[in-house]
C-alpha cells in the first residue's frame, strides 16, 4: 500500500505545483515546501543535485521520474528527525492536504487513507485543534450547484474523519465551489486539480 | 451580425458619434449593444435627433433611448435622417415618415436652463393616426441625463407594446479584475455602474429585495460562504445566514420579509426560510441529496429549486408551507439556476446538451420548452421585471459578459464593458 501510495502522492503534489505557478494562497505554499524538501533529500541521495534554490521546482517537475524512483517510502520514514509542527513534517502523511476527487465523484479514494489516518490521529490527540475542511469543483456549470458539489466533497472527507473517531466539534466542511480554482486554465488537467477537498488547520 | 446602434450613429448623427467617443472614453470604454435579428412583428418608430442645447451631456438623449427600444426586441428604429427634421409639432409632414415605414415618431427638444440645468420635451406620435400619443417635459440636472432617456424609452415603449418599460430599472451583477471582486448596480443598459462591495475573495449570486431597496448576496471573506443583506440607500449590511458550513443561494419572498437559503448546517446543502434579520429558521426541504438555488413563485406559494435527487440536477418545485417536492424538470441530465417570470407562467433555466450551457425558456403550462441562446456557457438567467427578456450571464473572447434576450430568442444584446469580467447578473426593480 505505502509503496504505491508515495510515487502516486508525489507525482500527484508535483504536477499540482508545476502548472499552478504559485497563483493561490496559502494551501499552494505549502505544497511548494514540501516540493523543496523532496528535491533536496533527492539531492542528498546522490541524484543530480544541481537543481537548488529558486530552480528547484521547475527542475523537479521535469526529473520526476528520478525523485520518484529515488524516493521510497521507508527512505522518509527513516529520516524521521523532524521537530517542527508534525503537520508540516514533509515525511508525515499529514503533509497531503488536498484530497483529489475523479469527474462527478464524491468518493475520497483509498490512496488518502494514510492522511487521513494521520490528520485523525492528530485531532484526536489534540481536542482543542480544529480542522476547516473546504471543497472545491471544476468551472463548468452553476456557481450556485457547483458550491454544492463542493460542499459533498468537504462532507465526504469530514465524514471519513468522523468514522476514524474525530469530533465534529473540530470539524467544519464548507465549500468554495468553483469560486477559488487552483489552476485557472481551462484544460481537462487544471479541472482535475481543482476537484478536491483542502484540508486546513483553524490555527496556521 | 449587425450592429445596428453604430450603423445607425454613423448614418444619423457622424458629428455627435464622434463627440461621444471622445467624450466618454476617458470616463470608460463604452458597453456594446449588438441586437442579433429580431422579430417579424416589430413596431417601427423614427426618433428624429432632438434639438441640442450648448453644453448638454453626451450621448445625444435619442442615441440612449434609441439603443433602449432596440434592445428590446419589439420596436425597430426606422431611420430618421433626411431633409425633414421636426422639433415641434407643426413642422410634422406625417407623409414622409408613413412613406420611410414608421408607424411613431418620435421628436424633441433639449433647453439649456440657467443653473446649469436643461429642459428637456418630447412627444410620440401615431403616424397613421396623426395624433399625438404622449408628450412630456422635465427639468433636469446634468446628472439626470441618462435617467431622462430611459424614462422617454419607458414612455415609449409602454405606449407601442401596452407593456411597461424596464430601461429605468437596474441591474447587480459581479466583476472580477485579477483578485479583486466587486458587487456593482448599474443601469438596465448596463451603463452608469456603481460599486457597492469590493473584496479580495468571491461574491455570488446577489437578488435585488422586491422593493429594490436591499441586495442579498454571498461573500467569501470570512473563509466561506456567508448570506449578507445591505442596504442600498446607507451601504450598511448583516450577516443573515452564517451558520457551521456553508451559507448560499439566497432568495427574497415577494414580501421583502424573508429568504430563501440553502445552508448545510444539518446535512448536506438543504433549503431553508429565515427571516432577513436572521430569525426564524425554519427547514423546508429534507433528505440527504442536493437541494439549492431556491426561487419564489411570484405570489409566494411555491418554491422552485435545483436538486440532485433524482440522479442528475433537474428543476423541482415545493409549496412554501412544505410538502413533497414535484419534479419539473424531465428532459436533458442538467437542468439548473432557476427564474420565474413576474407573472408566474415561465421558468428560465439552464440547461446543458451536449456539453453547451444555454439558457431555456419553459411554459409552465404546457412544458414547452424554447432554448433562448446559441452560446455555449451561460448561467444565471434573471427576468426583467416587466417579464419580456431574461438577463443572463456567459463567456465570449474568455471573459464573462452580461446579455440580455427576447422571449422569442430573436432579440439578443450584449452589455459588456470592455476588459472586465462580468458575472452573477440580477435584474432588478
Not at chain 1, 514540501?34 to 539531492?43: H, S
Not at chain 1, 463542493?150 to 465534529?168: M, T, Y
Not at chain 2, 440522479?311 to 424531465?330: C, K, L, M, N
Not at chain 2, 428532459?331 to 439558457?359: C, E, Q, T
Request: with cysteine; glycine share 10%.
Amino acid at each position: 500500500m505505502n509503496k504505491i501510495f508515495w510515487p502516486v502522492l508525489l507525482a500527484l503534489t508535483l504536477s499540482a505545483c508545476g502548472t499552478t505557478g504559485g497563483t493561490q494562497a496559502t494551501v499552494e505554499d505549502r505544497t511548494g515546501g514540501k516540493t523543496d524538501a523532496t528535491a533536496t533529500t533527492a539531492g542528498q541521495a546522490g541524484s543530480d543535485a544541481k537543481p537548488t534554490g529558486g530552480v528547484a521546482e521547475t527542475a523537479a517537475l521535469s526529473g520526476t521520474g528520478v525523485a520518484g524512483s529515488s524516493l521510497n517510502g521507508k527512505q522518509l520514514e527513516g529520516s524521521g528527525s523532524y521537530s517542527g509542527d508534525p503537520r508540516k513534517n514533509p515525511a508525515s502523511p499529514m503533509s497531503t492536504r488536498s484530497i483529489f476527487f475523479d469527474y462527478d465523484s464524491f468518493v475520497v479514494k483509498d490512496e488518502y487513507r494514510p492522511a487521513l489516518e494521520a490528520h485523525a490521529g492528530y485531532l484526536l490527540s489534540k481536542r482543542e485543534a480544529r480542522v476547516i475542511l473546504q471543497g472545491n469543483t471544476d468551472e463548468r456549470g452553476s456557481r450556485e450547484y457547483n458550491l454544492a458539489l463542493g460542499q459533498k466533497r468537504a462532507e465526504a472527507v469530514r465524514k471519513a474523519l468522523a468514522l476514524l473517531g474525530v469530533s465534529d466539534a473540530q470539524m467544519e466542511a464548507v465549500s468554495f465551489g468553483e469560486e477559488k480554482p487552483r489552476n485557472e486554465a481551462d484544460t481537462e488537467e487544471a479541472f482535475a486539480q481543482n476537484r478536491r477537498t483542502d484540508v486546513v488547520y483553524a490555527d496556521e | 451580425m449587425i450592429s445596428v446602434p453604430i450603423l445607425r450613429a454613423v448614418l444619423l448623427f457622424p458629428l455627435f458619434c464622434f463627440a461621444m467617443l471622445s467624450a466618454s472614453l476617458p470616463v470608460r470604454a463604452a458597453m456594446e449593444i449588438q441586437v442579433f435579428g429580431g422579430a417579424a412583428n416589430k413596431i417601427a418608430v423614427a426618433m428624429v435627433p432632438f434639438q441640442t442645447a450648448p453644453g448638454q451631456p453626451m450621448p445625444a438623449l435619442t442615441q440612449i433611448a434609441g439603443d433602449d427600444l432596440n434592445r428590446s426586441g419589439q420596436i425597430k428604429l426606422v431611420d430618421a435622417s433626411g431633409s425633414q427634421q421636426p422639433v415641434e409639432l407643426a413642422q410634422v409632414d406625417y407623409g414622409i415618415w408613413r412613406g420611410k415605414g414608421a408607424e411613431a415618431l418620435v421628436i424633441g427638444q433639449v433647453t439649456a436652463l440657467p443653473g446649469g440645468r436643461f429642459e428637456v420635451r418630447f412627444r410620440l406620435l401615431d403616424v397613421v393616426k396623426k395624433t399625438q400619443l404622449a408628450g412630456y417635459s422635465y427639468n433636469i440636472s446634468p446628472n439626470q441625463w441618462r435617467a431622462t432617456a430611459h424614462q422617454i424609452a419607458d414612455v415609449v415603449y409602454e405606449k407601442l407594446t401596452g407593456t411597461p418599460g424596464v430601461f429605468s430599472s437596474r441591474i447587480a451583477y459581479v466583476q472580477k479584475q485579477g483578485k479583486r471582486f466587486e458587487l456593482r448596480v448599474a443601469d438596465a443598459d448596463g451603463q452608469n455602474p456603481r460599486t457597492v462591495v469590493r473584496s479580495g475573495e468571491p461574491l455570488i449570486s446577489p437578488m435585488f429585495s422586491p422593493d429594490g431597496a436591499r441586495l442579498v448576496y454571498v461573500s467569501f471573506e470570512d473563509k466561506k460562504p456567508v448570506v449578507y443583506v445591505q442596504s442600498l440607500q446607507d451601504g450598511s449590511r448583516r450577516k443573515t445566514a452564517a451558520f457551521k458550513g456553508s451559507n448560499s443561494a439566497p432568495a427574497w419572498a415577494p414580501d421583502g420579509k424573508r429568504l430563501a437559503v440553502v445552508l448545510t448546517r444539518d446535512e448536506a446543502s438543504q433549503i431553508y426560510l429565515i427571516d432577513i434579520d436572521g430569525g426564524g429558521l425554519t427547514r423546508l426541504t429534507q433528505g440527504g441529496n442536493i437541494d439549492t438555488e431556491p426561487v419564489f413563485s411570484p405570489d409566494g406559494q411555491t418554491v422552485y429549486f435545483t436538486s440532485d435527487r433524482g440522479g442528475s440536477p433537474q428543476i423541482y418545485r415545493v409549496a412554501a408551507s412544505g410538502g413533497e417536492p414535484r419534479r419539473v424538470t424531465f428532459s436533458g441530465s442538467y437542468n439548473v439556476s432557476p427564474a420565474i417570470s413576474p407573472d408566474g407562467k415561465h421558468l428560465a433555466y439552464i440547461s446543458r446538451d451536449g456539453g453547451r450551457f444555454s439558457v431555456v425558456l419553459h411554459e409552465l403550462a404546457s412544458g414547452q420548452t424554447r432554448v433562448l441562446t446559441d452560446s455555449a456557457r451561460d448561467e444565471s438567467p434573471s427576468f426583467a421585471p416587466n417579464g419580456q427578456a431574461v438577463l443572463y450571464a456567459t463567456v465570449q473572447g474568455g471573459r464573462g459578459i452580461l446579455g440580455t434576450v427576447s422571449l422569442d430568442g430573436k432579440t439578443r444584446a450584449r452589455l459588456s464593458e470592455s476588459g472586465v469580467d462580468a458575472r452573477e447578473p440580477a435584474w432588478g426593480p
